[in-house]
Nanobody, 119 residues
Framework: QVQLEESGGGLVHAGGSLRLSCAASASIFSINSIGWYRQPPGKQRDLVAAFTSGGATNYADGVKGRFTIFRDNAKNTVYLQMNSLKPEDTAVYYC?????????????WGKGTQVTVSS
C-alpha cells in the first residue's frame, strides 16, 4: 500500500499563492505516476497536474502558467505551487499516485486538503 498525506491548503485572497505538499510512504522512484486532482463543491474530481511514468509533466489547461508541480525524491514528496489564484480554484485538492502491479495499475489517494480563494 502507498499512503499519501497532503498539507498546505488554506484560505487566500484572489491573486495570492499557496504551496501544497504530498508526502508518500513509498519511494516515489517506485511510483509510476504522481500528481494532483481537485474537486470543486458539487463538481467532479479532475486532474490538475501530474508527473507521467516517463517523468514528463501534464497540466490542466486552466492552470497552465499559474501552477507548477515539482518533487523532492529524497523526501518522497511532490509539491504543487499555485500562483495567481482565482476563486474558481476553490476545491478540495487530492494527491494521487498510480503504481503498477503486474499488468494492473493500483490507484492511491490522500485524504485531501481544502483550498479556498476569496474574491
Amino acid at each position: 500500500q502507498v499512503q499519501l498525506e497532503e498539507s498546505g491548503g488554506g484560505l487566500v485572497h484572489a491573486g495570492g499563492s499557496l504551496r501544497l505538499s504530498c508526502a508518500a510512504s513509498a519511494s516515489i522512484f517506485s511510483i509510476n505516476s504522481i500528481g494532483w486532482y481537485r474537486q470543486p463543491p458539487g463538481k467532479q474530481r479532475d486532474l490538475v497536474a501530474a508527473f507521467t511514468s516517463g517523468g514528463a509533466t501534464n497540466y490542466a489547461d486552466g492552470v497552465k502558467g499559474r501552477f507548477t508541480i515539482f518533487r523532492d525524491n529524497a523526501k518522497n514528496t511532490v509539491y504543487l505551487q499555485m500562483n495567481s489564484l482565482k476563486p474558481e480554484d476553490t476545491a478540495v485538492y487530492y494527491c494521487n499516485a498510480k503504481k503498477s502491479n503486474g499488468l494492473r495499475i493500483d490507484n492511491y489517494w490522500g485524504k485531501g486538503t481544502q483550498v479556498t480563494v476569496s474574491s
